[in-house]
């Protein structure tokens, strides 16, 4: 509803990510897709690791998916070298997040696009008992 008091059209994606305490004393993993232009909130599946974004998502898609040449009119497939998120320490998902953004920004320079990614980028570790920025911009009045 806040998104449409400021505009009944605005489409905006955010995903949303955190633990909720069951009965059982247990902190369950919850993730979610919110769509304003719809009002969609879409529940994720936390079950397997891997990374997930909206926006701007060619740039990385390319980065990250299985590329095939031409030979002779034959597709012939690269090397294709998988992203083992199964094994990520906390640490390289800090990595991990920092990289994404940064390609997406760096390659978006020398592109003739419109802008749309850039600026001082934050970075919130959420565990199941407290939550810490691990950077955050400052923001002035």
């Known amino acids: ?3 449409k008091h400021l ?3 605005i489409d905006t994606h955010f995903i949303v990510g955190g633990y909720h305490l069951t009965d059982g ?3 369950e993993q919850k993730l979610y897709r919110i769509l304003t232009l719809t009002n969609e909130i879409i529940p994720l599946d ?3 690791q891997g990374a997930i974004w909206d926006g701007e998502i060619d740039i990385l898609g390319r980065i990250l998916t299985p590329v095939h ?3 002779s009119s034959t597709y012939v497939p690269m090397a294709q070298f998988n992203v083992p998120f199964n094994h990520f320490t906390l640490q390289d998902a800090i ?3 920092k990289y994404a953004i940064q390609a997406t920004i760096d390659t978006m ?3 003739e696009r419109v802008k749309t990614v850039g600026g001082a980028v934050d970075i919130l570790i959420i565990k199941p008992d407290n939550a810490f920025w691990i950077t955050r911009k400052e923001l002035h009045k």
């Open 1 to 3: 509803p806040y998104f």
């Open 7 to 9: 505009d009944p059209n």
């Open 25 to 27: 004393g247990k902190y």
């Open 46 to 48: 936390t079950t397997i």
């Open 69 to 71: 040449i031409s030979s």
């Open 95 to 97: 990595d991990f997040a």
């Open 109 to 111: 320079k020398f592109q």
